[in-house]
């Protein structure tokens, strides 16, 4: 009975666990990126964002909001951990996803 218990419990969070992987994206638009992570979605506009972290296995974005304060999200669809064990080529989509976010923020205006 407790085996049984067990197994549904590991059941039932791999599934929580599968819908929320699925839903992990970045979007881009004109105005504003949406991070769409494990358990929230964080929405920043464009003329907020300070900074974007272009290290793979550290991926974040620093933005500012009123009052001066800052505020950093991680980049969930793109940060692979820190792990020494993967290839160099594992790293460069997400290394070129970065660069192209942060030649986004950076052309604003342009």
């Known amino acids: 009975m407790a085996v049984t218990a067990v197994a549904m419990s590991v059941v039932i ?3 929580f666990w599968l ?3 699925f839903r992990v994206r970045v979007i881009v ?11 929230r979605v964080v929405r920043v506009a464009r003329a907020q964002i300070t900074e974007v972290d272009q ?7 620093e933005w ?11 980049i969930s669809a793109v940060a692979v951990g820190i792990s020494y064990s993967l290839p160099a080529s594992t790293l460069e989509v ?8 942060d030649r986004w923020v950076k052309t604003q205006g342009n």
Do not use: H, M, W, Y
Request: aromatic share 10%; glycine share 6%.
């Open 55 to 61: 290290d793979p296995r550290t991926a974040k974005l």
């Open 13 to 15: 969070f791999g599934c």
């Open 64 to 74: 500012s909001i009123p009052g001066g304060r800052s505020r950093t999200a991680t």
């Open 19 to 21: 819908a929320r992987v």
């Open 29 to 39: 638009d004109d105005a504003e990126v949406r991070l769409c992570n494990f358990f």
């Open 94 to 101: 997400p290394r070129q996803f970065l660069a192209r976010l």
